[in-house]
């Protein structure tokens, strides 16, 4: 009975005086739940996790509450947005032990405020029964066709960070002096413009019900549909659409906000999501590849295409240009202006 009583006192201190740790992500995170739990009873750190939104929205959370932070720890702001996060002042640096075991390409800040987590592809995605009759676009300017046009959903940059990452690809494709003849050209031809990629994807694409075949999403999506088919595809309904520099390498991050008053448990909470456990979870839960070097990938990613010339833009050049480059997408796309009339005000 004494034996017993004292588990219960210990186990109730320690729920009583246990440190509490408020993570801000996107609404796009998922992990374990039985991991979670496991990081939580071996340090006795309880994890909240609260949603801000699309990753420009949850950065943008984080900027306005600077100086009294919301949560301790920001997971899901990408490399468009990494200027925007550095640049605000709310991170605070840290070098993780387990930063030595991640892929040296993703280490995009050398100051170590902002640390590299995950990869992926944002790519055009096809629904392969609508293409029997019809063949596929063979380049990227030939999206504009109203035949094609007319059939591609898309994101809004301004409030999709895969929207924000298919404007630049088209940016990086076409050039300042062409990317807006293209966005022009595909709003003359009919594409059709979602708030966010669930909308585009669940709504609007074909294989839930939508009437437009092509969609910005993800490398990995095909993959997904068959993880999520529970054997009723075993070749994924829908393919990638991997024309030239149309994908773009999407790259997220975590980082711990300036301010938090449990430094430590940030720090133990950043080592443990880069540890390998964590690492081989991701591709299963948020359907994106580690960064770190030894975790292995899900079987089912073999229908997850790599391709072979994704748009790769400096994340200096996206600071300097993304604002402007999201107020002329919204005046040529949303309001009809004139690509050269855009350009004139540019001048």
């Known amino acids: 009975m004494l034996r017993t009583l004292l588990l219960a006192l210990t186990l109730f201190l320690g729920t009583a005086f246990a440190t509490e740790l408020t993570v801000l992500t996107h609404s796009s995170f998922s992990l374990d739940e039985a991991l979670i739990q496991q990081f939580q009873e071996e340090t ?49 640096p840290y070098v993780s032990p387990e930063i030595r075991n991640l892929k040296s390409e993703f280490l995009l800040d050398p100051t170590f405020h902002a640390i590299p987590t995950d990869f992926g592809y944002v790519a055009l995605n096809y629904d392969k029964a609508a293409f029997d009759a019809l063949p596929l676009p063979q380049r990227f300017e030939d999206l504009t066709r109203p035949e094609y046009a007319s059939r591609l959903v898309v994101e809004n940059p301004a409030t999709s960070s895969p929207g924000l990452a298919f404007l630049i690809a088209t940016v990086a494709a076409f050039g300042e002096d062409g990317y807006l003849d293209f966005w022009a050209g595909l709003r003359d031809g009919g594409v059709k413009v979602a708030q966010g990629w669930s909308e585009a994807y669940f709504s609007a694409f074909t294989p839930y019900g939508g009437d437009r075949p092509l969609v910005v999403s993800y490398t990995t999506s095909p993959a997904a549909e068959v993880y999520f088919s529970e054997g009723r595809y075993t070749t994924p309904p829908t393919g990638n659409l991997l024309l030239p520099k149309s994908s773009f390498l999407q790259v997220e991050f975590i980082g ?92």
Do not use: C, H
Not at 65 to 91: C, H, M, Q
């Open 44 to 92: 006795g750190i309880q994890v909240r996790f609260i949603e801000g939104g699309d990753a420009g929205e949850t950065l943008n959370k984080a900027i306005l509450s600077k100086g009294a932070p919301i949560a301790d720890v920001i997971y899901g702001f990408d490399n468009t947005f990494l200027s925007r996060a550095l640049e605000a002042g709310i991170l605070e």
């Open 256 to 347: 711990i906000l300036k301010g938090t008053k449990n430094r430590e448990a940030a720090e133990r909470f950043i080592d443990w999501f880069l540890s390998k456990p964590v690492q081989e979870n991701i591709p299963t839960e948020m359907f994106v590849y580690p960064v770190r070097r030894d975790a292995e990938l899900p079987e089912f990613f073999r229908w997850a295409d790599v391709p072979l010339e994704p748009a790769r833009v400096d994340p200096e050049v996206i600071a300097q240009n993304r604002e402007r480059w999201i107020r002329e997408w919204t005046q040529v796309v949303l309001r009809g202006a004139s690509p050269d009339e855009v350009e004139a005000a540019r001048r």
